[in-house]
């Protein structure tokens, strides 16, 4: 089991980001959260699986049809303690 904090920047608020995280996450057996920071990026916190965790990774740097990522920056966290993928 691994953990994985991201911050995703570019135009990745308002465009349904955060739901469409979700969605991956759930579908790659993923706990976690992703919510809005109030400097515009989203920041991620992924637990799991390492290969799913890194398949994560790869859908960020797409997003959803409307946003556009301009970075994702990955860092190792403390294991998340929730269950199931919040939306924050």
Same mark, same amino acid.
């Given at each position: 089991?691994? +953990? ?17 995280? &979700?969605? &991956? ?14 400097? /515009? &990026? ?18 960020l740097?797409?997003?959803p049809?409307?946003? &556009? ?6 860092? +190792? ?10 939306? /924050?």
């Open positions: 089991m691994a +953990t994985a904090r991201f911050l995703v920047s570019g135009r990745v608020q308002g465009v349904f980001y955060r739901a469409s995280t &979700r969605e &991956r996450a759930l579908a790659l057996d993923l706990d976690g959260i992703a919510r809005n920071l109030p400097d /515009g &990026r989203v920041e991620v916190i992924a637990c799991g699986a390492p290969a799913a965790i890194d398949a994560l990774e790869q859908w740097r797409r997003g049809p409307a946003a &556009r990522v301009e970075q994702v920056l990955r860092e +190792t966290c403390e294991t998340w303690s929730g269950s199931g993928f919040e939306i /924050g």
